[in-house]
């Protein structure tokens, strides 16, 4: 994990990066493989992210989805010369430019930033997984590393939810995951318009009543809009879960990412540089605070 002692202007200079690699996920959403130009790529944990910059057009926070090469496995956790994956959604004039990148072609990268899941805290107790829309692209690094370890956890669920089938996410590895039996994934979507679809159709809070869960030793991980984080944390309160045993990811403005613009601050938290993962118990009462 990124350390707030490390000098900041040494991540404050983006650094070369050219595509290898770009997967269509969704009519709107692409992930890109990259690999640093002239230099080796940051070690990373899961749930920090990088600042990816298009010249002339603007600089975006992005999750990291994963990482491959440099002897590790897609999402594992990232080290030297690692091509690093970010899933982006085409919903501004940045994102869109991104998108719209090939192989070959170059932008900027600064990172990475942030405090990311605490698996850790997970270590010996059961885990579910929760995640809406884009929120499955950092949460995906956390099913790689928690299947690597399989071990050290009792009961692992993955719950992953999306407006439309077309919205899905990692369609190939949801499959391997729901085949698998030492991980429980059950997906749903909000509506089905025009699309026949046998899976579950609603909210994905409706999914939590099917994962058994001693309220007492689980740590639920979880990423979507916030709405759908406040729903899920709610009803995980409701089962006896305790607050500090929540972490969520927040996507709130970001532009510094290094906690010196203010354009991200949450109550008393710099969601850059303090998230952006935090447990509910520090910002559960903020969350119903709309950004300016």
């Known amino acids: 994990m990124q350390s707030r002692d490390q000098p900041r202007g040494e991540l404050c200079v983006p650094s070369p990066y050219r595509v290898v690699d770009r997967t269509v996920e969704t009519a709107d959403t692409v992930t ?26 603007g600089e975006v926070p992005i999750s990291i989805s994963g990482g491959v090469g440099g002897g590790a496995t897609g999402g594992d956790r990232g ?11 085409a919903v501004g004039a940045v994102t869109r430019a991104l998108c719209a990148l090939e192989p070959g072609q170059t932008l900027g990268v600064r ?3 942030g405090r990311g ?4 805290a997970a270590s010996g107790r059961d885990v579910v ?39 899905l996410l990692y369609m190939s590895e949801l499959g391997q995951w729901r085949a698998r039996t030492d991980l429980q994934t059950e997906v749903t979507v909000d509506a089905v318009p025009g699309r026949e679809w046998r899976g579950d159709v609603g909210v994905v809070t409706t999914l939590l009543p099917r994962i058994p869960f001693d309220p007492g030793r689980v740590v639920a991980l979880v990423c979507g809009p916030e709405v759908m984080m406040r729903f899920v944390a709610a009803e995980l309160l409701r089962q006896g ?14 532009q510094c990412a290094v906690g010196s613009c203010g ?18 118990e520090r910002v559960g009462a903020a969350m119903g605070v709309r950004e300016r």
Do not use: K
């Not at 992210?49 to 057009?57: K, R, S």
């Not at 929120?135 to 790689?144: D, E, T």
């Not at 692992?156 to 439309?164: I, K, Q, Y």
């Open 32 to 57: 890109l493989a990259i690999a640093p130009v002239d230099s080796l790529a940051r070690a990373w944990e899961p749930g920090q992210f990088n600042m990816l910059w298009m010249p002339a057009v």
């Open 79 to 89: 080290g030297d010369g690692t091509v690093l994956l970010h899933t982006i959604r």
């Open 111 to 113: 990172g990475p930033y």
């Open 117 to 120: 899941w605490d698996l850790d």
């Open 129 to 167: 997984i929760v995640g809406g829309g884009l929120g499955l692209a950092p949460l995906r690094p956390v099913v790689h590393e928690t299947l690597r370890g399989r071990d050290r956890y009792g009961r692992l669920a993955f719950l992953a939810g999306a407006r439309t089938p077309e919205d």
């Open 241 to 254: 879960v305790a607050p500090g045993d929540i972490q969520v990811s927040l996507e709130r403005t970001m």
């Open 263 to 280: 354009h991200c601050q949450l109550g008393s938290s710099f969601i850059c540089r303090d998230g952006p993962v935090v447990t509910w």
